[in-house]
Every structure is written in C-alpha cells, then in structure tokens.
C-alpha cells in the first residue's frame, strides 16, 4: 500500500516539474509614452510571446478603445527565437479630452496544439492627457473689446483723384479734337504726271522684246484712255474707238490735229488688239511715241484747270 502511494507521489511531482517546465503565451501592452497633449497621436503595441505551434486570434478593437480613438493600425514582423515565437500589431490612439485616461486591458486568444482555446490578458495602462489651455483658463475672464481707432477722413483723397481723373480726361477731350481739325490735302496729281509714269514703267518692261505686243498694246491704249478720261472728264474707257471719236468731233474738246493723231493711235491699237495683226518692233515703238506726243501736246497750260478746255458729254 506504501509502494502505491509512493508511485502516485512520485507521477504528480513528475507532471507539475513538466508542466513548470513548459514556456507559457504571454501578452504584454506599451505605449511610447505616459504623457500627451489633446490630439497628440500615441503608439500603443500590444506584444504576443508564444511556443511554435500556438495560433493567435487578434482582437478586432474597433474603432476605440476606452476613452481613445484608434486612428491607424499595423502589424509588425514575427520573430522566433530558441522555439518562442514574438507577434506584435501597433496602434495609433488619440485622445480629444484633458485628464486621466485608461487603456484597459486587451484580450488575446490562442488554440494550443491540441486544439484548446486559451486567453492572454496585457495589462492595463494609465496616461495623462494634457489641454492645451492654460491651467488657470477658467480664472480668466473674457479680455475687453479695443478702443476704436481713429480714422482719418478721406475726402481730399477722393477730391484730388476727381481732379486728376478730370484733368487726364480733358487731355484726351482736347487730343480729339485736334486730330478732328481737317489737315489740308495735297493737290491730286495732274493727270498728265500720271500718264507719264505709267509710259515709263511699261518702257522698262520692254514687252515687244519678250513678243508680247498684244499686252503692250492693251496697256498703251488704256493708259491714253485713262489720261483722256481724267483730262477732259470724258468716259472714255467705256466708249468704243468709233463711239469716242465722235462723241470728240463733235464737241470739238480737242483740236483736229489731236483728233487725227488719237485715231490713228487707236485704230493701230484696235488692230493688235482684236483684228490678230502682228506688228513689228518698230511699229510699236512708234505707237508708244504717238502716245507720248499726244499727251504731251495736250498738257493744260498753268493756272487752267484739268478739264476747263471743254467737257466731252
């Protein structure tokens, strides 16, 4: 009887040194430090030291925890060292009220390996939030409103830039007007300056040497008609070469050897110009002289106006 109690001694003496010797899940909580201020952000880690093998369920904290706001949360890497294994998740707390605040204590759960659930507790933890106001805030009465500050009055500003923007308006006023007074124009050209220009800018383009007597002649004839039309006032580039010369003899405008001396001109130019007849050099350079005399023996004398000598209606 002895021997069995001694068996059963000895068996649980055995079982408690085994199970003493066994490392244990522990949780354990931090923050990183004691002492904050309204809204400061706290970082509270909630530790997880384990054997391999042991599966930790993570609390779900919410959105607070006590009197503080979780506003980001995280994990941190697992580490294992001589068969214990370290899990750690962080938060970042705050607190909006001044005083004495808890984080109470976290609950872990854990399944061994032989499939049992267990708990860790972490303890809990006590800070201090500070306000932001001064500790006699409450002592301190509302200040006074200031003293109205005098205003010096501003209305000789706002005369002196009527007058200026008076005078700047005036100024352009007075520049109008100056520019409205009519600025005598020059006299127009006499018609006979034109035409002698004109002569000489198709002279230098030499077009009979480039066999180019149709344009030669359409350009002569219609730079006589031009001059005639601002000579003696007659329409005369609308008027055929038969209707021109009759519409002149009979209103004797000009004299006869002038009317001998246009028609030959236009007659020569009417026959390049329509009839297809092909003149030579020196004929087109004795049409460009009969046009040149006769402008040249038309020119009003000085003091007459242009079309004084009679108008051809």
Same mark, same amino acid.
């Given at each position: 009887m002895r021997a069995i109690l001694a068996f059963v001694v000895m068996l649980s003496l055995g079982i408690l040194v085994a199970q003493a010797g066994e490392p244990r899940t522990r949780a354990e909580a931090s923050v990183d430090r004691s002492e904050v201020l309204v809204g400061d952000p706290i970082q509270y880690v909630v530790t997880i030291t384990h054997p391999q093998g042991v599966v930790i369920e993570w609390p779900s904290l919410g959105g607070t925890?006590? *009197?503080?706001?979780?506003e980001a949360s995280g994990a941190e890497a697992p580490?294992? @060292? *001589?068969? #214990? /294994?370290t899990e750690a998740r962080w938060y970042r707390l705050a607190s909006y009220s001044a005083g004495p605040h808890t984080i109470p204590e976290t609950v872990v759960k854990y399944?061994?390996? @032989?499939? &049992?659930?267990?708990e860790a507790r972490t303890q809990a933890i006590t800070m201090t939030v500070k306000s932001l106001l001064p500790s006699d805030w409450e002592r301190q009465d509302i200040r006074?409103?200031?003293?109205?500050?005098?205003?010096?009055?501003?209305w000789w500003w706002l005369l002196g830039g009527l007058a200026a923007?008076?005078?700047?308006?005036? #100024?352009?006023?007075?520049?109008?007007?100056?520019?409205?007074? /009519?600025?005598?124009s020059l006299p127009p050209r006499p018609p006979h300056d034109i035409a002698f220009d004109a002569l000489s800018k198709l002279r230098q383009e030499d077009l009979p040497s480039h066999d180019r007597y149709e344009e030669y002649y359409i350009r002569l004839s219609g730079i006589v008609r031009a001059y005639i039309e601002a000579r003696f006032g007659v329409k005369a580039p609308e008027m055929t070469t038969e209707e021109f010369l009759q519409v002149a003899s009979n209103a004797q405008a000009l004299s006869v050897s002038h009317r001998r001396l246009l028609q030959?001109?236009?007659e020569r130019c009417d026959l390049v110009?329509? /009839?297809?007849?092909?003149?030579?050099?020196? &004929? /087109? *350079?004795e049409a460009f002289e009969a046009a040149r005399r006769f402008i040249q023996d038309t020119v009003?004398?000085?003091g007459l106006a242009v079309a004084s000598a009679g108008k051809i209606a």
């Amino acid at each position: 009887m002895r021997a069995i109690l001694a068996f059963v001694v000895m068996l649980s003496l055995g079982i408690l040194v085994a199970q003493a010797g066994e490392p244990r899940t522990r949780a354990e909580a931090s923050v990183d430090r004691s002492e904050v201020l309204v809204g400061d952000p706290i970082q509270y880690v909630v530790t997880i030291t384990h054997p391999q093998g042991v599966v930790i369920e993570w609390p779900s904290l919410g959105g607070t925890v006590g *009197d503080f706001t979780v506003e980001a949360s995280g994990a941190e890497a697992p580490r294992t @060292d *001589d068969g #214990i /294994a370290t899990e750690a998740r962080w938060y970042r707390l705050a607190s909006y009220s001044a005083g004495p605040h808890t984080i109470p204590e976290t609950v872990v759960k854990y399944q061994t390996g @032989d499939g &049992e659930t267990h708990e860790a507790r972490t303890q809990a933890i006590t800070m201090t939030v500070k306000s932001l106001l001064p500790s006699d805030w409450e002592r301190q009465d509302i200040r006074d409103v200031k003293p109205l500050i005098p205003v010096r009055s501003t209305w000789w500003w706002l005369l002196g830039g009527l007058a200026a923007l008076g005078g700047v308006v005036g #100024i352009w006023w007075w520049r109008r007007q100056q520019k409205r007074i /009519a600025v005598p124009s020059l006299p127009p050209r006499p018609p006979h300056d034109i035409a002698f220009d004109a002569l000489s800018k198709l002279r230098q383009e030499d077009l009979p040497s480039h066999d180019r007597y149709e344009e030669y002649y359409i350009r002569l004839s219609g730079i006589v008609r031009a001059y005639i039309e601002a000579r003696f006032g007659v329409k005369a580039p609308e008027m055929t070469t038969e209707e021109f010369l009759q519409v002149a003899s009979n209103a004797q405008a000009l004299s006869v050897s002038h009317r001998r001396l246009l028609q030959e001109f236009l007659e020569r130019c009417d026959l390049v110009k329509f /009839a297809r007849y092909e003149p030579s050099r020196h &004929e /087109a *350079d004795e049409a460009f002289e009969a046009a040149r005399r006769f402008i040249q023996d038309t020119v009003p004398s000085p003091g007459l106006a242009v079309a004084s000598a009679g108008k051809i209606a």
